[in-house]
């Protein structure tokens, strides 16, 4: 993981960002999720600042990680031990939310087989049954470890079109006691998370995407589109994963604009 | 399609036999499903016999189709008119009832562009908007029409594991005027149904046929498992048709006998 400090006051917090240095991203220690409780300080003079939005009695101190890419693993494992994992892929976010997957991740050989397993190292030692998905930094050809997950995640709803095995059966098959489904990937994909914030002027334009043959799409159910909310995704397959990002990114920007695709 | 004559009393049947010559099936002309409503007449003995189990005012004499293969295409047809086909398929019945599909089916390039043909045309001639399943008999180089079915198909439950769309996707995109998807196959791929005589000795052994990862189990929540009613299915993905079709009935055969796959 990333150089940590547990702070636990402002001062605490001062004498943290004067031994990890800045920029540092101070995180709460509990329920943080999409970026909510983190702040990142790139001035002594944000700390006291800083601490006091918190407004817990714990956080933690990161330092600030320049990173080349954003990746994950989701790794299932069963009642039996056996491990599968799906990925690398490539996550991209915007405003702390996971934006777009694109599958597999475009990383060397090396780094691929060191997220497989550093994930799978991780999973067996936490004992998980069911999935675990394992966020990571690439920096250089090295990795660190940023966030876990242990359930179905965002970066791996492409499997539920494009692999084999969706990410989702493969939680009931894991805690059911049922052998593992095959995690591999049919065809390259990338997927595109919906915010409510498409529904500002109104309901998206559906048959402008899925006009796209290629492009799936899948909505929650949630009544009320706030801003920032995740409504659904699109998933695009295609014969490259950067065609496939190419076109899953076209296809969100017609649903609002769907003149865009001519 | 095949020979036939309506026939609407003993005499008239007798008067078909004559014409089309036997082994002739006589079918009744509404309500007939899973070879439900057919009898396969091969002396003219068996005619008053078989007119009077038909217990209906109007039936259809067909001449016997010596077949060699069994295969469908399934046509789906927007609002707009554009029309795409799955398929063919091979198809193999079990006791009148669908047994296995294998996609693609092992079929000469001709035979599969006939059969596109003749399906596409008999949607566009009648109009459909949604889905028709064209089952048909190979005989030779040709082909003979079997059966139309006006909504997803048995032999289309492959494509919700194998195609970028499945059959049920795609109705629902013809019939809400949505743009239809892509039908191409993934992977080819194999689905064997599961009746209920599989409970007969008690629930089905699950985890068996699981073990193959590349097997997918869809059960239809039906609650009393009745000889000859469809519970579910099994598909499975493979490199080849054949090797799909050798592992999908493995499978099966796992479920009652968990250690014949050792």
Known sequence: VAPYRPVRSAAELRTALGELGMPAIL???????????????????????????L???????????????????????????????????????????????????????????????????ITESLDVVGLLA????????????????????????????????????????????????????LRPAAMANLLGDLWQNGEPHWPAALALPDVKLHLYGKAEPRPGRKMGHLTALATSAEEARRVVVAARAALTDPLSLR
């Open 27 to 53: 995180k709460t220690a509990d329920f943080g999720y999409d970026g909510k409780g983190q702040t990142r300080i790139d001035d002594i003079q944000q700390a006291d600042a800083a601490w006091h939005s």
């Open 134 to 185: 394992v966020e990571m930094f690439v920096v250089g050809d090295k990795i660190v470890v940023n966030e876990l997950a242990p359930r179905p995640h965002n970066s791996g709803h492409y499997t539920f079109d494009a692999c084999v095995t969706s990410q989702f059966e493969q939680q009931l098959r894991a805690v059911c006691g049922l052998p593992l489904g095959d995690v591999e990937l």
């Open 55 to 121: 407004g817990r009695p714990v956080g933690v101190l990161e330092a600030f990680v320049p990173f080349t890419q954003e990746i994950s693993v989701i790794c299932a494992r069963g009642v039996d031990g056996d491990v599968r994992a799906y990925g690398p892929v490539a996550n991209v976010h915007a405003r702390h939310i996971l934006d777009t997957t694109t599958a597999p991740a475009n990383v060397s050989p090396a780094v691929a087989r060191l997220a497989h397993e550093l994930s799978r190292a």
